[in-house]
């Protein structure tokens, strides 16, 4: 659970220097980290948000009537080896 706890709060200290306000909020199963995405927003913002987000266990951008909301999931039970289990780095 300290892995988890740890990929979200690097995932928020990224969007937080790129410009966003993320919020992470700790469930039981999983953590999740939203932030609203201004429009419009620079690419090199854009850019970050999206490698951000690929480093997630799910993710996806809603569009609302408050405005377009970027979202991240962490599962609480990840390996440390989910980049492998993701299709990033280098599987054993």
Do not use: Y
Request: net charge positive; charged share 25%.
């Amino acid at each position: 659970m300290a892995a988890c706890r740890n990929r979200a709060d690097h995932m928020a200290a990224r969007l937080t220097a790129a410009g966003f306000t993320p919020c992470v909020r700790r469930r039981k199963s999983h953590t999740f980290i939203e932030t609203t995405v201004p429009d419009p927003v620079s690419a090199e913002a854009w850019r970050e948000l999206l490698e951000v987000l690929e480093t997630a266990d799910a993710f996806g951008l809603v569009d609302g009537r408050s405005g377009r909301v970027a979202w991240a999931a962490i599962d609480r039970e990840t390996p440390a080896t989910a980049n492998a289990a993701r299709g990033h780095g280098h599987q054993l």
